[in-house]
């Protein structure tokens, strides 16, 4: 099945966004076999919940819709979205993959867009085709300096940076209990 799975990615994608795909599919496979403990499981719930929170205090902002104009590419592909125009891999780090899998993430909420790959393999022209849990962390707590002002403008800045604060401190945990269990593990030699 997953040969299958593999060639069928290949077909429908440009090449970079295949291989990228793949190898976050391979990744996160690994992560749902993974055996957390639970407060591992809750320290990434609670990032998942975090993100939701900034989305929802973020709301609609026009700061993103045309920041990729005129930038070099792959961040001036697009009109918006010049912060999403990173490598996959970079920003679905080892934790990132570890916390979609534990709070919910399946293979099947990896979607990709068709489009030109132009940065992260999620990133389509005018939006990204992952559902907010489902992005890593580092997408929901990332905001430019022209998003920042449009959000102090609008009186959400105060109440965006302590809820990033709260996003990067049970971030932080969830790393520490992942590198613990993973030590653990190591020590304790193949079962």
């Known amino acids: 099945m997953i040969a299958i799975e593999r060639l069928l990615i290949r077909l429908r994608q440009p090449r970079t966004r295949a291989d990228e795909l793949v190898a976050l599919r391979d990744r996160l496979r690994r992560e749902l076999r993974a055996k957390p403990s639970a407060d591992e499981r809750a320290?990434?719930?609670?990032?998942?919940?975090?993100?939701?929170?900034?989305?929802?205090?973020?709301?609609?902002?026009?700061?993103?819709?045309?920041?990729?104009?005129?930038?070099?590419?792959?961040?001036?592909?697009?009109?918006?979205?010049?912060?999403?125009?990173?490598?996959?891999?970079?920003?679905?780090?080892?934790?990132?993959?570890?916390?979609?899998?534990?709070?919910?993430?399946?293979?099947?909420?990896?979607?990709?867009?068709?489009?030109?790959?132009?940065?992260?393999?999620?990133?389509?022209?005018?939006?990204?085709?992952?559902?907010?849990?489902d992005r890593p962390a580092l997408c929901a707590r990332y905001a430019c300096t022209e998003l920042r002002h449009e959000l102090f403008d609008k009186g959400r800045l105060d109440g965006i940076e302590q809820l990033e604060a709260e996003l990067d401190a049970a971030y932080r945990r969830f790393s520490l209990l992942r590198a613990d269990r993973l030590d653990d593990e190591l020590l304790a030699g193949p079962a």
């Open 43 to 133: 320290a990434a719930s609670e990032v998942r919940r975090l993100k939701r929170a900034l989305a929802d205090a973020t709301g609609a902002v026009s700061a993103c819709s045309g920041c990729g104009t005129g930038m070099p590419l792959p961040g001036g592909a697009f009109a918006g979205g010049h912060c999403c125009s990173g490598t996959t891999g970079n920003l679905f780090n080892d934790d990132e993959v570890a916390m979609l899998a534990q709070t919910g993430t399946r293979l099947a909420d990896l979607v990709a867009p068709t489009s030109e790959h132009a940065g992260c393999a999620f990133r389509a022209p005018t939006r990204c085709t992952l559902t907010v849990e």
